[in-house]
């Protein structure tokens, strides 16, 4: 018999990325291309060109039906995860109006609650009124409403709205269909339900109607298949099935293993991410965390973050490796940062360099502790430590919600790579963290969707099994443990309490130059 293949396309913030796995979970071909980088027009804006992810993608699909040859017919099904919360508008043609307005992006809208209170009537207003400090938090992040003040004459051309996948899907299939695991962002998908609002105010409150909203399906469910005219951009063989899996972090929650509450996922990537995975919906009303719909069905995951997670420690590391390869001095950093004892010698920093809205709405960036002896190795062992204190401060939160207690942590993303990394995050959760044999557990989450609509996996614990292997386990250090209870309690928690008022002048004081 024929050893079945699956493709999985995973279209990161720095790269995207193809992958053919077999049934075990063997990388049969990949590609992979480094993005540009994002632009900003003014301070907290992130844009991304209209084409690049298309473009992107058509080529590393190129090349890995190049690499696989007549093995191409082995691929029965293929599949798309993405990062979330990026949106484009379309006109009537289906073309993109302006260029991506991404997650990182944090504009606001603060123009927008007038307008409302203004226009909202009956019904409506009635509505809005009962829920108004979650709506007045909600709708100047919208980035629909954000295009309404702003750029009027795209809001009025604008037919459709699509995310990343849900682009690609038109452009590969010819449908307007998109996965429910990427509605994420500020816009009216109701989590609980998981499917689009039902109450018309929720559209008028986020500036977007129903009939500009593409339709959604489950993971593991058909969008649709390559038509002629993608197969000429691609090489995909016409009517190869596309299935639906999610965003990112949840495909990578479900790669992980993480199938109930008692694990979590740590994600250690641009965005670092903790998540689990619960069957019985919850979700916090001030947003301190966010409540998804996970790859499994009739499932969900809590998730905390923090939009700049290993995003510091690249920054940090282009600031000090102009003279040497950025790989090479991260790689120095990992293996001296072992050296560094817990607590980085008296150096601690506090990782909100953009505002977690929901905790610390005003929260910034700061490094404390700053002696003549402190080393570049030592700020770097101190932003990987920031990093895990927060996480576990999101896992508390969402643990206290969730009437539950997590035992074990997986650990994916870049970060994973480094043992110091591992150690250290054992060590502030006080739990087992556990790295797995390959760093590539988004595309396999993604690709295990596609793996059980072809048949291949009998269920989503199957395709886990079959695809994914842990690698290495590290244990909490009690003495290690010990430093970080005080650091964590006696010093993070108290930071941002202590400094609200410093953080709020210095808001005051930033003027920067657009890049």
């Known amino acids: 018999m024929v050893d079945p293949l699956i493709l999985a396309v995973d279209v990161g913030t720095q790269s995207v990325r193809a992958i053919v796995f077999n049934r075990v979970g063997d990388q049969i071909a990949s590609a992979r291309t480094i993005s540009k980088p994002y632009y900003s027009l003014q301070p907290g804006w992130a844009e991304v060109p209209a084409e690049q992810f298309w473009d992107d993608t058509c080529y590393v699909l190129r090349e890995v039906v190049d690499q696989l040859g007549d093995d ?4 029965k099904a293929m599949t798309i995860t993405a990062n979330r919360d990026n949106m484009i508008p379309l006109d009537e043609n289906n073309q993109p109006l302006r260029d991506w307005l991404t997650w990182i992006d944090v504009r606001r809208t ?4 007038p307008i409302l209170k203004r226009t909202l009537k009956g019904n409506d207003k009635l509505i809005y009124l009962l829920k108004k400090p979650f709506f007045d938090m909600i709708a100047p992040r919208s980035k629909y409403n954000w295009i309404r003040v702003h750029e009027p004459n795209i809001y009025a051309k604008a037919k459709t709205y699509v995310t990343i996948t849900g682009l690609l899907t038109y452009r590969l299939c010819g449908v307007f269909n998109d996965s429910l695991g990427m509605q994420v962002g500020y816009m009216p998908y109701e ?5 689009w609002y039902k109450v018309p105010a929720v559209y008028k409150i986020l500036g977007v109607r129903r009939d500009q909203l593409v339709n959604i399906f489950p993971p593991g ?10 197969s000429k951009m691609t090489s995909l063989p016409v009517g190869l099935p596309l ?12 790669g992980a293993g993480v199938f109930g509450p008692k694990q979590a996922t740590i994600s250690y990537g641009t965005m670092a991410t903790i998540g689990t995975t619960i069957t019985r919906y919850v979700e916090d009303s001030k947003l301190k965390f966010y ?6 069905p009739d499932a969900w995951n809590p998730e905390y973050n923090i939009y700049r997670g290993y995003w510091l420690i690249t920054w940090s590391c282009k600031q000090y490796s102009k003279e040497q390869g950025m790989p090479e001095f991260l790689n120095k950093m990992n293996k001296l940062a072992a050296e560094v004892p817990p607590g980085s010698n008296g150096l601690f920093v506090f990782p909100f360099w953009t505002v977690q809205p929901g905790l610390y709405p005003h929260g910034k960036g700061m490094v404390a502790g700053w002696i003549d002896r402190h080393t570049i190795v030592d700020l770097y062992r101190a932003f990987l430590e920031s990093i895990a204190y927060a996480l576990r401060e999101g896992l508390e939160i969402m643990e206290k919600k969730c009437k539950t207690n997590v035992e074990k942590l997986y650990v994916v993303g870049g970060g994973s790579k480094s043992d110091v990394a591992m150690q250290l995050t054992a060590d502030i959760f006080n739990l087992p963290a556990t790295r797995h044999s390959h760093t590539e557990i988004c595309a396999a989450g993604a690709a295990i969707n596609a793996g059980l609509w072809a048949g291949i996996y009998k269920d989503y614990e199957d395709g886990v099994a079959c695809m994914v292997r842990e690698d290495e386990t590290f244990y909490p250090i009690r003495e290690n443990v010990e430093i970080y209870e005080r650091i964590y309690h006696d010093i993070y928690k108290k930071v941002y309490v202590k400094n609200k008022e410093l953080f709020k002048e210095l808001e005051q004081l930033a003027h920067f130059k657009s890049d």
């Open 221 to 230: 469910t058909k969008l649709g298949e390559i038509t002629e005219k993608a």
């Open 191 to 195: 989590a609980k339900k998981q499917d």
């Open 291 to 296: 409540t998804f719909p996970s790859c499994i």
């Open 110 to 113: 603060p123009e927008i609650i």
């Open 243 to 254: 299935i639906a899996a999610a965003g990112d972090k949840m495909c990578e929650i479900l």
């Open 72 to 75: 191409i017919a082995r691929v």
